[in-house]
């Protein structure tokens, strides 16, 4: 059974920092991209960040770039999202996804939401001005 459990969101102050985790069991981690995506109630969920399944390359959205990184602990099979100079606009749920078996071992990150077989429960984000 393939679980994605993420932690880390909070209340924080506009310009603040926060790193949110995401836990992988039941699949090998290291085979599969993975990506952070967020979402507003009412909107659609929308791409946040994604990373190879070897984590040497990666992918933003142009909201976050230069703010946000994504890294991958292979060892602990834990995907991470830093944040840093948080944004009101930054308020959603955030979601860890990981990239089906099609996709494995390519190297590659994927941005579409359609290329994601398993998703997380979501943590929330709150950005204060």
């Known amino acids: 059974q393939v679980q994605l459990i993420e932690s880390g969101g909070r209340l924080v102050q506009a310009g603040g920092s926060l790193r949110l985790s995401c836990a992988v069991s039941?699949?090998?981690?290291?085979?599969?991209?993975m990506g952070w995506f967020r979402q507003v109630p009412g909107t659609e969920r929308e791409f946040v960040a994604a990373?190879?399944?070897?984590?040497?390359?990666?992918g933003y959205a142009d909201s976050v770039e230069g703010r946000f990184t994504i890294t991958r602990d292979i060892a602990e099979s834990t995907l991470y999202l830093q944040m840093d100079s948080l944004k009101p606009e930054d308020t959603a749920v955030y979601y860890c996804?990981?990239?089906?078996?099609?996709?494995?071992?390519?190297?590659?990150?994927?941005?579409?939401?359609?290329?994601?077989?398993?998703w997380g429960q979501g943590t929330q984000v709150t950005v204060s001005s």
């Open positions: 990373i190879s399944d070897r984590g040497d390359k990666t």
């Open positions: 996804a990981s990239t089906g078996p099609i996709y494995s071992n390519h190297n590659y990150y994927y941005t579409a939401m359609a290329s994601y077989d398993y």
């Open positions: 039941g699949r090998l981690f290291s085979r599969h991209a």
